[in-house]
């Protein structure tokens, strides 16, 4: 068996800064309502006639973690993509990185797993380099929201906590197995599929509402979330991914060198801080500064907290998301 490694991360978003007084200005909305609710200051959105494009931005954080791997795209054996806005309804992104990057025939996977997209895609990467199949995995998690959110008051207690962005990491093998990927842990409940979801495009909404008349009063193809009671499930799941992740590895919450949660709200990493105990060089946030941006949302923050050299060396690292499905989940690392 072998172990699984970080050897490089990567993030990139776009330039455009978008402020909660921008926001104000195409709803009701104001910057005291979404900081006090959400933590946010502001995000990224995609600038109309930039080109980014979830795959795009995927393929420019790939490339950065790549060359900190000390690897090329040659190296690569297998491409993981998380997104829940793929730039195309099938194929997925993976691919369009693989061309983007003019990689090799590996395989390429997509997955759908929304804020969890990223900690699935991890789990998945690591069981393939554990049992010796892949040496070398690109894991993205990127998002272009800003494109398809509903931007009327009608919308507001969504659109303003989304932001687009991309993040990457490289996974390698190594044969130290007390070091990298400990365990990761993964979750979902079906039945909650509806209270944070996107109904169009899909079969049943999609040929034939495209074809009929476009609707001003048609919302299936806005996000829609049931904030409250997301919020309620997301506080009790993270919680108990990482719980599930401590206990796994014999650790309490005080060896914790680092934790990254997904930044969905300020207020549920606050949550979470406080019911482990951690202080605030235990846990790294950049909600503020980028919203909600789903699947690449980990990715951007380790890519940060590592750049600002807050992981050092047999740091106990973990990553924990809840999101749409619903689903959760955690990766503890050793640094
Ligand atoms: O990332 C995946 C997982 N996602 C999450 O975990 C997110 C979980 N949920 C949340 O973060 C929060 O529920 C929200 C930030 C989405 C909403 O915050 P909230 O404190 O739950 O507010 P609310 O939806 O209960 O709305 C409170 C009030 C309502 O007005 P009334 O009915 O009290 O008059 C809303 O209409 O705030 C109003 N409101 C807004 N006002 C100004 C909703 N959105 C806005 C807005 N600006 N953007």
């Known amino acids: ?48 006639g930039s080109g980014d494009t979830s795959a795009t931005m995927g393929a420019k954080a ?10 090329t795209k040659d190296d690569i054996d297998f491409i993981i993509f998380a997104t829940l806005s793929p730039d195309m309804y099938f194929p997925g ?18 997955v759908r797993n929304q804020c969890s997209g990223f900690v699935y895609s991890m789990s998945i990467a690591d069981q393939f380099i554990k049992t010796g199949m892949y040496k070398n995995i690109l894991v993205i998690g990127s998002e272009y929201h800003s494109g398809g959110l509903d931007l009327t008051t009608r919308g507001r207690s969504v659109s303003v906590i989304f932001g687009d962005g991309a993040g990457a990491a490289v996974l390698s093998r190594s044969e130290d197995t007390t070091k990298g990927i400990l365990s990761t842990h993964l979750h979902s409940e079906g039945k909650h599929a509806k209270e944070l979801t996107v109904e169009g495009p899909s079969i049943a909404h999609w040929v034939p509402e495209i074809l009929e008349e476009n609707d001003p009063n048609d919302t299936s193809y806005y996000p829609y ?16 991914a990482i719980i599930e992740g401590l206990k796994t590895n014999n650790l309490e919450a005080s060896d914790i060198g680092m934790l990254i949660p997904h930044q969905a709200n300020l207020r549920i990493s606050q949550f979470v801080q ?3 105990g951690l202080n605030d060089d235990q846990v790294f946030n950049n909600i503020q500064k980028y919203g909600n941006t ?9 890519t940060e907290a590592w750049e600002k050299g807050k992981i050092k060396d047999d ?15 955690s990766v503890i690392i050793k640094w």
């Open 1 to 48: 068996m072998y172990s699984s490694k970080i050897t490089g991360l990567g993030s990139y978003v776009p330039d455009r800064v978008v402020t909660n007084e921008e926001l104000s200005t195409l709803m009701e909305t104001s910057d005291e309502w979404i900081q006090e609710r959400t933590g946010i200051k502001e995000r990224r959105w995609v600038d109309e």
């Open 62 to 71: 790939a490339k950065i973690a790549i060359e900190r791997a000390g690897l």
């Open 93 to 110: 992104c993976g691919v369009q990185v693989q061309d983007i990057l003019e990689m090799p025939t590996v395989g390429a996977l997509d």
């Open 225 to 240: 979330m049931n904030g409250t009671f997301v919020f309620k499930h997301a506080v009790l799941r993270f919680s108990q």
């Open 274 to 276: 406080k019911k482990f």
């Open 294 to 302: 789903t699947a690449a949302s980990i990715p951007i923050a380790l």
């Open 315 to 329: 740091d106990i690292v973990v990553l924990a998301a809840f999101g749409s499905g619903f689903t959760w989940g």
